[in-house]
């Protein structure tokens, strides 16, 4: 099973969610043309980090944000992945969603890290729920930034069969060189595609690194994009990760009795 996958870097207008669906409708539009079947969308692409005023700007499953992204994924046939903010009652979270080519809602995931150098435990709520959904009936997983650090976490929703990670962030460019890394590492160590995104650009606090990427499950960098905003694609092949995990039986050799 192939697919051809398409990553918005995107800078992000800091506080503005029309202006940020505005030109992200525009990328996914030009995604669509490039014959993408699922785009990935950065982390809180509609707002950036401006957490302070949630209060205003977060929206539910009903707001704007997602009548837009539902209505896109019919549109051009594809399916949508991103992170925005979403307001639950009077609670918030960092939430990332996935839109079927129906326009069907089959993920909400809600940030089950939340980091603390940017202030997140001080406006947000933490999930509790695994990213699991199911791409062109291959399993996958999405999750959002600051996961990545818990390997754990990632393998809890590897040892299901999942094919693939999806990552969407707002990775700080002075961690670059982190980000990079422990996105291959999570390859290798799951013997799964990893498919990321992340911002460029600033905010009042911040310059984001770009780099968004994929890697296969050998670990190698199929495709990788720069500081600018782009979109990069790639082809990936799921049936990849049956052949490696058959040739270095990782799942079958672990020994989950120890791991305590």
């Given at each position: 099973?192939?697919a051809?996958i398409?990553?918005i870097?995107?800078?992000?207008?800091?506080?503005?969610?029309?202006?940020?669906?505005?030109?992200?409708?525009e990328r996914i539009?030009?995604?669509?043309?490039q014959?993408?079947?699922?785009v990935?969308?950065?982390?809180?692409?509609?707002?950036?980090y401006?957490?302070?005023?949630?209060?205003?700007?977060?929206?539910?499953?009903h707001g704007?944000?997602?009548?837009?992204l539902?209505?896109?994924a019919?549109?051009?046939?594809?399916?949508i992945m991103?992170?925005?903010a979403?307001?639950?009652?009077?609670?918030?979270?960092?939430?990332?969603?996935?839109y079927?080519?129906?326009?069907?809602?089959?993920l909400?995931?809600?940030?089950?890290?939340?980091f603390?150098?940017?202030?997140?435990?001080?406006?947000?709520?933490s999930?509790e729920?695994?990213?699991?959904?199911?791409?062109?009936?291959?399993?996958?997983a999405g999750?959002i930034?600051?996961d990545?650090?818990?390997p754990?976490?990632?393998?809890?929703?590897m040892i299901d069969?999942s094919r693939?990670?999806?990552v969407?962030?707002?990775?700080p460019?002075?961690?670059?060189?982190?980000?990079?890394?422990?996105?291959i590492?999570?390859?290798?160590?799951?013997?799964?595609?990893v498919v990321a995104?992340?911002?460029?650009?600033?905010d009042?606090?911040?310059?984001f690194?770009?780099?968004s990427?994929?890697i296969?499950?050998w670990?190698n960098?199929?495709?990788?994009?720069q500081?600018?905003?782009?979109?990069l694609t790639?082809d990936?092949?799921f049936?990849a990760?049956?052949?490696?995990?058959?040739q270095?039986?990782?799942?079958q050799?672990r020994?989950?009795d120890?791991y305590e």
């Amino acid at each position: 099973m192939t697919a051809k996958i398409a990553i918005i870097q995107m800078d992000i207008a800091f506080g503005k969610p029309e202006i940020n669906r505005k030109i992200a409708a525009e990328r996914i539009k030009e995604a669509a043309n490039q014959g993408a079947e699922l785009v990935l969308l950065p982390e809180l692409w509609t707002t950036g980090y401006d957490l302070e005023n949630f209060t205003t700007i977060a929206e539910d499953f009903h707001g704007p944000t997602h009548t837009l992204l539902s209505q896109l994924a019919q549109q051009y046939n594809l399916t949508i992945m991103g992170s925005s903010a979403e307001k639950n009652m009077e609670q918030f979270y960092n939430t990332l969603v996935v839109y079927n080519p129906q326009g069907k809602r089959i993920l909400s995931y809600r940030k089950a890290h939340l980091f603390r150098l940017m202030n997140e435990e001080k406006f947000l709520q933490s999930g509790e729920e695994k990213g699991s959904f199911t791409f062109k009936e291959t399993p996958v997983a999405g999750v959002i930034c600051y996961d990545i650090r818990f390997p754990e976490w990632i393998r809890t929703h590897m040892i299901d069969g999942s094919r693939a990670l999806f990552v969407v962030a707002e990775w700080p460019k002075p961690r670059v060189d982190h980000w990079r890394s422990l996105l291959i590492s999570r390859a290798i160590e799951n013997q799964c595609f990893v498919v990321a995104c992340n911002r460029v650009g600033s905010d009042p606090n911040n310059t984001f690194g770009g780099h968004s990427m994929v890697i296969d499950p050998w670990g190698n960098v199929v495709a990788e994009a720069q500081e600018q905003e782009e979109i990069l694609t790639a082809d990936i092949d799921f049936s990849a990760v049956e052949t490696i995990r058959e040739q270095i039986p990782i799942f079958q050799d672990r020994r989950p009795d120890l791991y305590e």
